[in-house]
Each structure stands twice: as structure tokens, then as C-alpha cells.
């Protein structure tokens, strides 16, 4: 980037109140030059094209699956030139607020250009790093990221970043280039990743925060696109590992897990077996009388 050209980021910066966050993760070159937003355009139109569908259609397809209510405070992460704020500033009325992140300086300012700052307060647009959220915990209803996590410098990080500022019970929804499953073997599908690689990747759900609940995946965009939306529970997911078994075998998830013996002769646990079901006993707590009554003998 020329000095030239830095001196006009920064006019366009104060002018159009953008923040400007430091971070450190490397931009994509796309996304990187001063025609970025053309760059982004053009690749929609294609796109859009490519798939016979509408970008119209399929915001509205997207945005109406974030159930954004009449006072949503929504985070678009990623927001690149802001295709999707005019789509989801209609659902949240003059109540709502959007906040607008991209880690590109040009697409943010673009976006900010389009959708003028002080024309509507309502907007708050930020230069900043999708993996690290200068945005304080629980803070948004709703945060939301379509097109770019593919890219992220650390994709497990990003996602955890979203569900942190996101409120209890709140919604996360992001979405990349990744085509069905059941797609994969057709020559299409071949052909589409041949032109670009991130058709390759799938659905990033092993990444997912242990407090993530209500997990949903689908493809949009003709299949071409995966979208994963979770709510933000209030606890890490656990389990009662205590709870006893009825029947021969008996015990515990807990004791059948961490409370294995070692290896006896296969005949004898044969015989020792049996006797117990005929007895119509537990095998754990006959086990565990035998070895309570040894310990204290001993």
C-alpha cells in the first residue's frame, strides 16, 4: 500500500467514523488493495450466475434464518462492502443496532461509504480482527458471519470469538464456500473446486464451543455453501456419569470407564461370570464387595 494511498484511507477513515482496531492476523491479498470491494462485486455477480440464483433471494433466504426481532443488537462479522446490512436493517426496524466488522480497511470503508455513518446512527462499522473481537462478552443478540471463515487465521479461535460476545442463548450463524456432502462425486462438484480450492472445505462443527446447543447444518446457494447456526448455552455440555446401571453388568458410565482391572484368565472370568448371573447379581458390586472386603482384611 502506497503512501498516497494510506493518506486516503486515513481522510476516509475520520471522515466516515470507522474504528480502527490493531491486529494481528495477515489480510487475504482479495481483500488487501484499494478495488477490493470491486473485486468482492464481481465475484458475487459470478457467483450468482454460476448458480442461477438471485443475491437478493439468497440474503434474504440467509437473513431470515438469524430470527433477528424489532430490537436485535447484531454483530456481522466480516461484513466485507456491507452486502447484507440493507437486509438485515429491514428486519431490525429503527430499534434494532448493527455493528459491522471486517478485518480490510477499503471493504469496511466501502461499506461505510455506501451505508453513510451519519446518515444512521444505528450503524456502527469497525476495522478489527474476526479473532479477536474488540467487542466486550454476551454483548449482541445475534452475531453473524457469511463468506471468509474458510480464511480465518485461526478458524477455531474466530468461532469462539463469535459465541464470547454473543449473549446466553443468543445466536451464532456462519457460513463458506463448501460443497453437500452427498454432492462430492459429481463432476460439478469436482469442477467447482478445481476453479477454487474453499469448495473444498466442509462445515467446521468439531470447532464449536462445548456450550454450544440447538447445532444446525444445511447448505445454501444451489449446495455450494455450508451454514452453521448454534445458540450460546450457559454451561459447558456434561453428562451424570454416576448414575448405576440395572442389570448383570451393573456399575457406572463413570466406573465402566475409569474403573477397569487387569487382565485375569479368560476361563476363570467365564466361570466367575456365570456363577454371578445365576445368583442374579451385579458384577460390579459383587466385584467391589470382593475388593473392599480384601482391602480391609489387608
Excluded at 51 to 56: A, L, P, Q, V
Excluded at 273 to 291: F, H, L
Aim: some cysteine.
Amino acid at each position: 500500500m502506497n503512501n498516497i494511498y494510506k493518506k486516503k484511507i486515513k481522510k476516509r477513515i475520520k471522515k466516515l467514523n470507522v474504528c480502527v482496531f490493531p491486529f494481528k492476523s495477515k489480510i487475504t491479498k482479495d481483500y488487501s488493495p484499494k478495488n477490493a470491494a470491486e473485486i468482492h462485486d464481481n465475484s458475487l455477480i459470478w457467483l450468482c450466475k454460476t448458480n442461477k440464483i438471485s443475491e437478493k433471494f439468497f440474503r434474504n433466504n440467509i437473513i431470515s434464518k438469524l430470527g433477528i426481532k424489532k430490537d436485535s443488537k447484531i454483530l456481522i462479522v466480516g461484513a466485507g462492502a456491507g452486502n447484507d446490512i440493507p437486509f438485515i436493517k429491514k428486519k431490525i426496524g429503527t430499534k434494532g443496532k448493527i455493528y459491522a466488522q471486517d478485518i480490510s480497511e477499503p471493504m469496511i470503508l466501502e461499506a461505510a461509504k455506501r451505508y453513510n455513518f451519519k446518515n444512521n446512527s444505528k450503524i456502527n462499522f469497525s476495522v478489527s480482527d474476526a479473532c479477536d473481537l474488540p467487542y466486550q462478552d454476551k454483548m449482541f443478540d445475534i452475531t453473524f458471519h457469511f463468506g471468509g471463515i474458510n480464511l480465518f487465521s485461526n478458524i477455531k479461535k474466530g468461532i469462539n470469538e463469535m459465541s464470547r460476545v454473543t449473549k446466553l442463548n443468543g445466536t451464532i450463524m456462519f457460513g463458506d464456500e463448501g460443497i453437500g456432502e452427498w454432492l462430492r462425486s459429481t463432476t460439478n462438484s469436482k469442477a467447482l473446486i478445481n476453479n477454487n480450492s474453499l469448495y473444498s472445505f466442509r462445515p467446521p462443527i468439531s470447532y464449536l464451543p462445548l456450550n454450544s446447543k440447538n447445532v444446525t447444518i444445511e447448505w445454501v446457494l444451489n449446495n455450494t455453501f455450508y451454514i452453521v447456526k448454534f445458540k450460546r448455552g450457559e454451561e459447558d455440555w456434561s453428562i451424570d456419569r454416576n448414575v448405576e446401571h440395572k442389570g448383570i453388568r451393573g456399575g457406572s458410565i463413570k466406573t465402566r470407564y475409569f474403573g477397569k482391572l487387569e487382565g485375569i484368565n479368560p476361563i476363570l472370568k467365564n466361570k466367575f461370570y456365570k456363577k454371578i448371573k445365576m445368583q442374579n447379581k451385579s458384577r460390579v458390586s459383587v466385584i467391589e464387595k470382593i475388593i473392599n472386603d480384601y482391602l480391609q482384611k489387608t
